[in-house]
Each structure stands twice: as C-alpha cells, then as structure tokens.
C-alpha cells in the first residue's frame, strides 16, 4: 500500500504555533482567523516565495490578505521554526512508523511549507518527524495539485486536512482521499462522503481504519472496495433505474 | 315588386319550418339516446342486483327491459370493456336468444359500410370475450384487413389473448408491411403470456424488423438465456436492431452487455450511440463515465442528451469525471458537464468542501461559478444555516464571490 500523509494540520500542529505569532503581531485577534495549514499551491495566505496573484485566491477567513502575508513574513524571518511546532495527536507519529515498519507500507510526508531561515523546509520538516517517533521519514516538499502529485505518485491513499485538497486528489487521480476533519461541524464530513472521500475525526482513527484495511482478505474485496466500505461510502452505484416497459408507443427509434 | 315579397316570404317560411324540423329531429335524437342510456343503465342495475341469481332468474328479469331495444343496442352494452362477466354473460345469452350468436359470426367475418365496420368491430369484440370457437380466424382476418381500424381492433383482442395461437398470429403480423411494427409489438408487449421463448426463437429472423422488435420485447424478461444472441445482434448490419440489442441488454444485462455498448458509442448512426451510452448507465458503469463523457458533445442533440441522462444514472461518483469536462475544449461538453453536476445534487457538497478550505484557490471558485451558472441556480439560506455557525458565514462568502442569488429558506 503506497500512502502519503500532509504535515501540517494532519499530524504537525501550525495553526497553534502561527496563532501564538498572529497574536503577537496583531493582539486581540481571533485565533480561528488564522489558517490552519499551509495551502499546496503556494501562498495563498502570503507565505513568501509564491508566485500566485493575491487575487486569484480568494480570502474567505477573516485575516486580511494583507496580516497573513505580515504574518508569514514574521514566521519565515525565524530560524527552523517548523521545528518548533507540537505533535496534534502526541504518539501518532510513532504509531504510523510502526505500522509502515511492520505493515511493510511505503509512506510519503507531503507538504507545501514555505522556507523558513535556517535549513531547509525539507530537513527541518525530517528533523522534527524524527523527534516524534517517525524515525526515517521520506518528505516531499512540493506546491501544486494534490491530485496531480496522487497520479505522478501513483499514491494509493493520501491523507490530508484540507478538503480542497481532498477534492484535488478526486478529480485527478485515482488515489483515495481521506479528510481529517476536527471540526464539529457535521455537514462537512457529510458534503466529504457525498463525493466519495472519507472522513475521519483524528489521526488516530486514520489508522485504525488503515490497519484493518491491511489485514488479510477473506471475503475477496479489493482494497479500495474495503476502504469505501470502512469510511461509510456508497460503493460503485449499480442499476441505475429499474426495469420498464419494453416498448415505445411510436417510432421504431 | 310584388313577386319579390312573395319570394322572400316563402323563403322565411322555408327557413322556419326547416329549422323546426330539425330542432324536432335534434329533440328526438337526444331523447332517444336518454332512454338507451336509462335501458342500459337499468339492465345493468336488475343485473347488478341479480349478480348471484341463476341465468333464466338473470334472462328473465332484462328481457321486459330489452324488449324494445335493437341488436346494435344490445351489441354495444355487451361489447363495453367494464361490463361484469356475470352481465356480459346475460347480454350475450339475450342476444343469442333473440338474434341468434351465428349473426354475430357474420358480423365478424366482413363489412361494407361503414356501420357494418362498427358491427363487425363490436361482434369481434363481444367473441373473442365470450372465447367463441371461431374467434382466432376471426381476429387473424381482421389483422389482415385494409382498414385500419378493423386491423387494429384484431390487434388488440389478440394481445389480450391467453391462446397461444393469439401470440401466432402477433408475430406473423410483425413481419406484416401492411400493418406497423411498432403497432404490432405494443400489443405484444401487453400480452398476458410468456413470450420469451417465442422472441428468442425471432432473433435470427430475416426480416430486421422482427429481429428488432423481438429484441427490444425481451427485455421484459430478464431470466430468459439471450444475453449471448443479444451480444450478436449488436454487431447487426441493420441499426435498428443493434439498437434494440443494445438497449434490452442495458436493461438485462451483464458486463459483458457494458463492453458491447462502449463498442457501440462509436456507431456512425446516433440512436444507436445514444442507446449504447444509455445502456451503460442503466448498467451503473460509473467506471466508463470517462467515456462517455466526451459524447456530451456528439453531434446529435439525442446522443447528447442520452450521454446527460447515462451520467444521472451513473450517480455521484462520476463528479470528478464532469468536474475535469469543465475545461473542455467543447463548449457543449463543458456546459453538459455541469448541468449534470447541477442534477447529481453534488454542487452543495462541493461548495461546502471549499468554504470549509482555509483561502480557497481562485481556479477553484471559478470551477464552482461555471457549474452554477449552467443552470442559474438559487441557494437557499439552509445551506448556509446547515453548514454551521463557523464554516456557514464562510459558505456565504463564497457563494457572494460566485454571484450565486440568495433566496429564502423554505
């Protein structure tokens, strides 16, 4: 089974540490304000590097565009701060080290960090998997389409917290999706399983749903059949409209 | 000018004494069609209350009711379609009994006039109920006859027919090219027996007509082994009966019946395509939505309607299919594409999903926009309120950047 995960806001804890610079930066201000992971396609949000036009994303938190690039600029100016991030769910990293190890999956960390001072996005980011337990990480730091990178991949599943990337890998691969989802607003994990991507609440169930994905067949269904089955989605929709009449009242057509 | 008040004068009395004349005759008309209405009303009411009773109880109380009454009365009460058996039954002992059943043979058999065509159409209908011995030849002379009409009056009694000899003679008609095909197969269609292994047997018939239809027939009998001969007849010369192949095996079919049809989706005749892109959503081939996809922007305005209709079929799971047809290069294929994420009810979902991303990218909105504006939609706040005090303000702030309008929960 070949697996990706996304670092931050699935197992790396950025929304904490860039509330904590937001409200140094600007006090009073709402920590739901800021994001909570970092966006594939570079910056959305006014992390430094991006070649994207402010306009072409579209702000819907309620940190102006021009505080989140305020608030990259202040991150990006500190050394190895994607060091300084906590674990989300503390003992997550080392159990997914273990099962890759005793599973014998191929597991990929994908991010879309920006560069920081210091060392790179990529060692930083392999230093701080290591300090959790996830002792030899392979990190692709990588901007762009979830999906496309799924299909180049040839990813089996990969789990992120971003719906839009959850959607990414729909359209443009053939990977399976799951969403980690903490919030506890039930329509999203709904508007998720509608359009065929799973949903979890926690790492942790992630990877209970992940472990008993790899047990042993027994009833000769195919890995992804098993894995829409465990997240509650529908599975290949069969007869579309029941049997009708046979002939039409006119026309040989 | 004496002559000419004389004239007119004779003119005025004309007129008046032909318009009492038939004001007289109109009055006398509607009279008599009441009291025929208030006989056959009463008839059916002394039956009605006599349902039980032996027939000479039966005979015995309609006869002083009938006494008056003419054979086409009678003919018509017994020949209406809701008459109870038990009336029938009556009606058609009394007419024997005045007339004798041999008139109404004779009825049957020919006509001249066009109300000998009424008579022979009730007395075909009054036999074939009765089950008289005659009724088949009877029936297959009128399938055979040049009116219409009659023809079809033939037609109709023999699909309701439980004689195998009725379904015969339906199928002998098929190959008719006096009557309609289409015509013919209806009253198949409608048949009270089991007619899959009589269509079976027609598949390999030299008429294309009949191998049509006896394919297109056998789709009302799922359990019948034709999947293999149906396969075969989709390699047909004649369109037509590809069609019909592939359209019974859209409906009966197995995956075999789904690679059949993707053979068919590059027919050079459309309704064929269009019943091959069908057949595949009746069959919930959503793993063949990428192929079917491309026909959003067939030609013909069927095919592409069919292709709209497969992908409906195919349910949900075929939106990131139509979400990657947005940027086709073919504005029909584009604009079908999102119509049917529009129908798929799926819209909703992924609106949701982006206001739930933190910065949601502009290409991503822009997709949004162009699937909401193949079919100007209107959301209602409820999508808003169901999303949630956190992501729901984030929904309306989308849907605001879409330009999507804004109506009232309902």
Redesign the interface.
Known sequence: MRLAFDLDGTVADMHSALAREARRLFPGIDANAVPRSTSPEGDGTGTPGSDTPEETRISIGSLSSRQQRELWDAVCGQENWWETLAEIEPGSLARLYRLVRERKWELMFVTSRPETRGDTAQAQSYRWLAAQGYETPSIFVVHGSRGKIAAALALDILVDDRPENCLDVAIDSSARAILVWRGDEGKVPASARQLGIGSVGSIHECLDILEALDRPDTEGVGVIDRLKRMLGLKSAGGRGQGRSAAVPQTSAR | MMWLDSVLFVTVVLAIVAWAALSAYILRVERQREATAATLAATLASLQTLQAAPVDERLAAIRPILQACTRELLMHAAAERDVPDHAFESLVLLLNERWGIDSLVRDAGAHASSRDKWRRMTALRILARRGHAQTLDLLARATDDTDVDVAATGLALLGRSHDPMAVDALLAALASPRLS??RV??Y??QSPQHLGSRLTALLGHAEP?VR??AA?????Y?DEPVEARLLELTHDADP?VR?AAIQ?LG??GSDDAGDSAIQLLTDPVP?VRAHAVRAL????R??QADRVSPLLGDGDWWVRLAARESL??????V??VL??CLDHRDKFVRNGAAEVVQNLG?L???I??????????????AMLRRIASAGGVRFTESLVE???P??GP?VR??LD?MGLEHVEAV
Do not use: C, F, H
């Open positions: 095909p289409s197969a209806v198949l269609d007509v049509q239809w297109t027939l056998l789709a009302r799922p037509r069609k019974t409906r009966i309704y959503g009746e069959l919930g959503s793993d409906e079929m195919m349910g949900a799971e939106w990131p979400v990657r799926v909703d979902s992924l949701m999903l982006e206001a739930a991303t933190d910065n949601p990218a502009g290409t991503k909105v169901r999303a949630g956190v992501v984030r702030r989308l950047t």
